[in-house]
């Protein structure tokens, strides 16, 4: 982007648009990059993000993480705190893939012992676990049995055999929302989602096989206590609510947008931050439809895992329990939470949009697992398929910022231009020639996810050590990836 002269350096990684930006901004926007991504982000950010400061009842700050880039509504990366009693809640600060998030999972195995099975591996599991636009679970569900899976998330899997008690534990809100309705949810959310829990999806999800090199170890001794090794073998996976979420987010779009200023006098400088009061009718309704979507993907995660224990004993000859295929921990993006948070000096209960953004919490909170109350949050921070991913922990620090952070590297330019610039079938070829093996449901989808069209991760997650809002731990390396 153009430099632009209003926008002022309150540190090395935190940059401000003052009210003065633009008419209508309520409080400050704040990106919190180094000037080297500021100056790589598009134009668009800050136009989105000078946006999202004009929403009403909207507290602190506008805040945009390192990996910002131009989004729907929000800027990817983009944070938003209302005020619950007289704030707003806007799908546009949330996402079509509502609840899009990491898995991350551990396994005592090293990377010797699973080179010569890498290839079956991998394909059995591209088999197993479908990818792709319009994907399909081998799950066949009743659409009451469906509405169970909405209200009760990963649990549902967990009771029926298809996970252990432990991996809710290890999940945001152990793995399910309370508030959630299925009667707010259209007849067309339910038959876009019935069939897609278990499923990839496409664009930037993935499922990947990993290992950790000595020296990307960069804290030995949280690693250590996370269970993390050098030539461990851990697998990650990033997916969402698929169709579900996004017609749930379709659908209230358009209901907000016929009431937000004939029945609430609100306006907004975007149509795509369209937006009801959260105390309002319409406003309860897409939080508990939206809760559902969160639930579905917490469900669609836990199925996924169970689907690489199933692979990994199939292949290897062993229980999954004897190879300790644990999780670490289930971060979700794409949300909207209540959470209690201290602003200027006073704690206030707060709604936290968060569109492609992590939440991280810092030592001491007790939304936590007993596990991590004394580290603070693990926060997985997914790369592009040819360099790599990070495990990192919130810290104290991320009060600043409501305890998010990055959710990953960021674009750096449109899948349009990565698909001219790219072929799929080559760059399978030379990724497999650098040593990771690749299956991909789509050519064309896999060269919109070429390296080269994303941040430097390495930059990225160094941004936000500097700012202080998340502490890096370890880096892993792919080897094997599963691409929609």
């Known amino acids: 982007m153009d430099f632009p002269g209003a926008i002022e350096k309150v540190s090395a990684t935190v940059w401000e648009l003052p009210l003065s930006f633009k008419a209508g901004m309520r409080v400050p926007a704040r990106i919190y990059c180094t000037e080297k991504l500021l100056r790589e982000m598009d134009d668009a950010v800050l136009d989105q993000i000078s946006n999202v400061a004009t929403l009403p009842c909207i507290t602190g700050y506008a805040l945009c993480m ?135 999806g496409s664009g930037n999800h993935y499922l990947e096989i990993q290992t950790v090199r000595p020296e990307h170890i960069y804290d030995a001794d949280i690693a250590r206590a996370l269970g993390i090794r050098p030539g461990q073998v851990v697998i990650m996976f990033h997916c969402g609510s698929r169709g579900f979420g996004h017609q749930i987010a379709t659908d209230y779009l358009k209901a907000f947008l016929k009431v937000m200023e004939p029945s609430y006098g609100i306006r907004v400088p975007d ?86 953004a992590t939440r991280a919490f810092g030592p001491g909170r007790p939304e936590l697992p007993e596990l991590y109350r004394k580290t603070g949050q693990p926060v997985i921070i997914g790369g592009s398929m040819e360099t790599g991913s990070y495990l990192l922990l919130g810290t104290p620090g991320g009060d600043q910022t409501f305890f998010s952070t990055s959710h990953g590297s960021g674009r750096t330019m449109s899948r349009h231009k990565a698909r001219t610039l790219w072929r799929g079938k080559q760059l399978q070829h030379d990724m497999e020639e650098h040593g990771i093996y ?41 080897i094997g990836n599963i691409k929609g």
């Open 66 to 200: 390192p990996d910002g880039h131009f989004g729907y509504g929000f800027p990817i990366g983009g944070v938003a705190a209302m005020n619950p009693e007289n704030g707003v809640i806007s799908p546009g600060g949330i996402g079509f893939d509502i609840n899009c998030g990491m898995r991350l999972v551990r396994t005592e195995l090293t990377l010797n012992e699973i080179k010569l099975h890498l290839k079956r591996i991998v394909d059995r599991l591209f088999s197993r676990i479908p990818a792709g636009v319009g994907s399909r679970g081998f799950m066949r569900l009743s659409r009451p049995e469906f509405m169970d899976v909405v209200r009760l998330g990963a649990r549902w899997c967990i009771e029926r055999g298809m996970g252990w008690p432990e991996d809710a534990e290890l999940s945001e809100n152990y793995g399910c929302i309370e508030e959630a309705d299925p009667e707010t949810v259209s007849d067309k959310a339910v038959e876009r989602g019935i069939h897609q829990i278990g499923t990839l």
């Open 271 to 356: 149509r795509e931050l369209a937006c009801a009061p959260f105390q309002s009718p319409e406003g309860k309704r897409y939080f508990s439809a939206m809760n559902c979507a969160i639930n579905m993907s917490f469900a669609n995660r836990q199925v996924i895992l169970h689907r690489i224990r199933e692979v990994f004993s199939e292949i290897l000859g062993r229980s999954p329990e004897d190879m300790g295929l644990r999780m670490i921990y289930d971060v979700a993006h794409n949300t909207a939470r209540l959470e209690d948070h201290v602003v200027d000096g006073q704690k206030r209960n707060l709604l936290v949009h968060r569109q492609g």
């Open 438 to 478: 690749v299956k991909t449901a789509s050519w064309s989808g896999l060269a919109e996810e070429a390296g080269g069209a994303y941040k430097d991760i390495d930059e990225v997650v160094e941004a936000t050590e500097m700012a202080g809002i998340s502490h890096k731990v370890v880096r892993f390396t792919p």
